[in-house]
Nanobody, 124 residues
Framework: QGQLVESGGGLVQAGGSLRLSCVVS????????MGWFRQAPGMEREFVAG????????TYADSVRGRFTISRDNAKNTVYLQMNSLKPEDTAVYYC?????????????????WGQGTLVTVSS
């Protein structure tokens, strides 16, 4: 199944920025679409952003479109999430995951083998 290791979270004031990273090991990275997800306390895990295997297709949840940018570096087996104009409602544990198909990466319930995530806290 491989391993997913997220990093880059932290405490930031509203309006600030963070860049999350997810390093993938144990699988052929270029064969997988990648996605970012988040789970706030007491809430279900939700889709945030997805990127196709080549990086030419990207999709975002309505709540983050225009503020967050997903990207990938296939040479480094890494996917990134640049988060700008952060809001208190962005506070959550952020996870990445992988799937061979781009449509499925947008469905967190269809994925398994989650990593530990990285906590993002946005203060008002």
């Amino acid at each position: 199944q491989g391993q997913l290791v997220e990093s880059g979270g932290g405490l930031v004031q509203a309006g600030g920025s963070l860049r999350l990273s997810c390093v993938v090991s144990g699988r052929t990275f270029v064969n997988y679409a990648m996605g970012w997800f988040r789970q706030a306390p007491g809430m279900e895990r939700e889709f945030v952003a997805g990127i196709s295997r080549s990086g030419n297709l990207k999709t975002y949840a309505d709540s983050v479109r225009g503020r967050f940018t997903i990207s990938r570096d296939n040479a480094k087996n890494t996917v990134y999430l640049q988060m700008n104009s952060l809001k208190p409602e962005d506070t959550a544990v952020y996870y990445c995951n992988a799937d061979p198909t781009y449509p499925t990466i947008q469905i967190p319930g269809a994925l398994d083998s989650w990593g530990q995530g990285t906590l993002v806290t946005v203060s008002s």
